[in-house]
């Protein structure tokens, strides 16, 4: 299996060209024993400007290649300084757990560091210890935040309880992002998620909204347990059409 800093490294140095020098310098500074969180600094902030943020452009082969070294890594739709910012956080070792070292770059970052800080979530040593900034990243007023988060990442699905998963899924729905990108959307389908989302409808109908057809196959598996069938039967009894969607 390929270590995923492998991939990242040569998807990111086939596209450095004259860069290249300069790429390996910096990871190698990164690497050794003495490297500082200056270091680490310079070279995110640098990374942009010598490396450009043009598309990966990565091909299915490149994303075959990254669910089999981690399952669910999609890293489709990454910019090439967004990729070199994580390539770089899984060189850099540093004196402190990663988890404080996150936490400072995150709180210092702008839109676009964030966003390459939370794709990068499925790579980063001790996940658990990553709880409360992923917390943080989803109550961000800024949706292509969340979306690192919710979007072709699997740290959801493997990190989530309950609780968190289930508010995840309604908060895309409330800012409008797609569930459809969701990692494991439907192998965490849950009775408690159906059932808000069931109310979440009725609350949508009765304000005058649409509401989102996505959300009808995870009601779907759970539209036969008593609370799911009360709820769709008043929503029935309102005038509501949906039976091809929840069937």
Not at 54 to 73: I, K, M, V
Not at 206 to 223: I, K
Request: proline letters at 8%; a negative charge.
């Amino acid at each position: 299996m390929t270590d995923p800093k492998d991939l990242l490294y040569g998807w990111i140095s086939e596209r450095a060209g004259d860069e290249r020098p300069w790429l390996d310098a910096q990871l190698a500074q990164l690497a050794a024993p003495d490297a500082t969180e200056r270091d680490l600094h310079m070279y995110l902030g640098f990374a942009p400007r010598r490396l450009g943020k043009a598309d990966l452009a990565l091909t299915p082969d490149d994303l075959a290649q990254a669910d089999a070294a981690r399952s669910g890594w999609d890293p489709s739709g990454w910019s090439i300084d967004g990729a070199a910012r994580i390539l770089g956080l899984l060189t850099y070792s540093g004196t402190r757990p990663f988890a404080e070292t996150f936490k400072d770059l995150r709180r210092t970052s702008d839109a676009a560091e964030m966003i390459a800080l939370y794709r990068g979530l499925p790579l980063y040593p001790a996940p658990e210890s990553l709880h409360f900034e992923v917390g943080e990243g989803l109550r961000s007023n800024l949706k292509p935040v969340f979306e690192a988060i919710a979007h072709n990442n699997p740290y959801p699905r493997d990190h989530f309880d309950e609780h968190r998963w289930n508010h995840m899924v309604l908060k895309a729905l409330f800012i409008g992002a797609e569930l459809g990108p969701i990692t494991g959307l439907a192998a965490r389908a849950n009775p408690e998620l159906a059932r808000i989302l069931v109310q979440y409808a009725r609350e949508r109908w009765a304000a005058g909204r649409p509401v989102m057809p996505e959300l009808w196959p995870l009601v779907a598996p759970f539209a036969e347990t008593p609370e799911i069938r009360a709820e769709l039967d008043r929503a029935r009894a309102e005038g509501r059409t949906f039976e091809d969607l929840v069937s």
